[in-house]
């Protein structure tokens, strides 16, 4: 119960500090804690190479967790992909615009799925730590990890930023590399680890059902 208190005080917070950076940096990269375009493009791409190697369909069913302005959505239609989208957020400010950008329904209000979908990706969302406790902020982690699970058929694909421990630096949250990785198994079944050297402090994570 305390824990459930938490995360939705935790996702209140969020939604408060990301209001904050869209007002100071606009509707683009810096406005969702990307130190710029190019740097969020580049996890876009390692992202997408997961995606080829491990979604078979190419008409898969794919939320977009922490969507923010749509720019995986974008990413994804400039490559003429034919995934099925769907982009989630929390933050009311980031779906409406995406609304008013693309097509209204293929955007909505939620910290999970709210339809089956074949994979859940997440980029950057779980970054920025409203709270200076790595036990917490992890246990919100593997919390909302579960729920995107529960609804993907096939499994998770998602990045954070890793280190040799666990840490939060003003507010970014790094994975150690082995403790994470050790709970990620003692909650998942087939987890796989990948780290490539175009973005030398992230990790790229996938939870497979099978």
């Known amino acids: 119960m305390l824990d459930n208190f938490f995360f939705k005080l ?5 939604i408060k500090v990301y209001q904050s950076t869209i007002e100071k940096f606009g509707y683009n990269a810096m406005g969702l804690h990307w130190s710029s375009k190019s740097s ?13 190697k491990y979604i078979f369909s190419k008409n898969a069913k794919i939320a977009d967790l922490g969507c923010g302005f749509g720019d995986f959505y974008e990413f994804l239609r400039k490559r003429n992909h034919n995934y099925v989208y769907k982009g989630y957020d ?5 779906i409406n615009y995406c609304k008013k950008k693309f097509q209204p329904s293929l955007f909505e209000i939620a910290d999970e799925p709210t339809e089956t ?6 980029s950057g969302t779980y970054n920025y730590a409203v709270f200076n406790s790595t036990n917490l902020w992890e246990r919100y982690l593997i919390f909302n990890l ?10 998770l694909i998602f990045n954070l930023q890793v280190s040799s421990k666990s840490k939060i630096v003003k507010n970014i949250y790094y994975a150690g590399y082995d403790s994470f990785n050790k ?8 987890v796989f680890y990948y780290s490539n050297e175009s973005t030398p402090n992230d990790g790229y994570f996938v939870l497979l059902r099978n």
């Not at 935790?10 to 969020?14: E, G, V």
């Not at 929390?90 to 980031?94: F, G, L, S, Y």
């Not at 579960?146 to 499994?155: L, P």
């Not at 709970?183 to 087939?190: A, V």
């Open 10 to 14: 935790i996702n209140k917070n969020l």
């Open 40 to 52: 969020q493009e580049k996890r876009f791409f390692l992202i997408n190479d997961l995606m080829k």
């Open 117 to 122: 979908c074949d994979f859940t990706i997440i």
């Open 146 to 155: 579960k729920k995107c699970f529960m609804k993907s058929s096939g499994g």
């Open 90 to 94: 929390i933050n009311p400010k980031m």
């Open 183 to 190: 709970t990620l198994k003692q909650n998942f079944e087939n």
